[in-house]
């Protein structure tokens, strides 16, 4: 069968737009999606994102169980009815180790060297990030033991936390 150059040349042309526009489409569907990661990239933060601890309170919970402590021991509550119930909310073997709860995390505190005096009323934990400032207002001698109340006063950065406290140290 004979093509005519007639026929011919509207076949190439026919095969020149659709050549054309196969070209234009890969072009346009290029351009649209480089705009499109180009919009992706813009969009996307490109800084890392920091969580607020500012506004991450500092919650001190009550704890019931503590490894064994030994003879002579600290015991904090917020109050005589938590520590009755022995919900305490800090504890220390008087020298070696302090146990506390924050955030539901138990924390335990290896003491360097505890120089707690009950005289002198006040006491100040380092513990990484953690500040925990025991204060006393009132105290009693009674049956070898010592009671006190006061205040405790958590620090985490710029957030600060403050109980009032009731505790006894005993041997």
């Known amino acids: 069968m004979l093509i005519d150059s ?58 019931s169980e503590i490894p064994e402590i030994g003879d002579c021991s600290t015991y904090i509550a917020i109050d005589k009815i938590q520590f009755d119930a022995q919900k305490f909310i800090f504890a220390d073997d008087y020298g070696n180790n302090a146990y506390l709860k924050i955030n539901d995390e138990n924390i335990h505190i290896e003491l360097e060297e505890d120089d707690f005096d009950p005289s002198d ?34 620090e985490k950065g710029k957030q600060k936390t403050t109980l009032p ?3 006894k140290c005993s041997c």
């Open 6 to 63: 007639h026929h011919k040349n509207d076949y190439l042309c026919l095969k020149s737009k659709i050549m054309h526009k196969i070209i234009t489409s890969i072009f346009i569907l290029t351009v649209l999606f480089s705009c499109e990661k180009e919009k992706k990239i813009v969009d996307t933060p490109t800084t890392p994102k920091v969580e607020n601890t500012e506004n991450q309170r500092i919650d001190i919970q009550t704890f």
């Open 121 to 154: 009323k006040k006491r100040v934990i380092l513990h990484k990030d953690l500040k925990i400032s025991i204060y006393i207002d009132s105290q009693e001698e009674k049956e070898d033991a010592f009671i006190f109340k006061g205040k405790m006063v958590v």
């Open 165 to 167: 406290i009731y505790g």
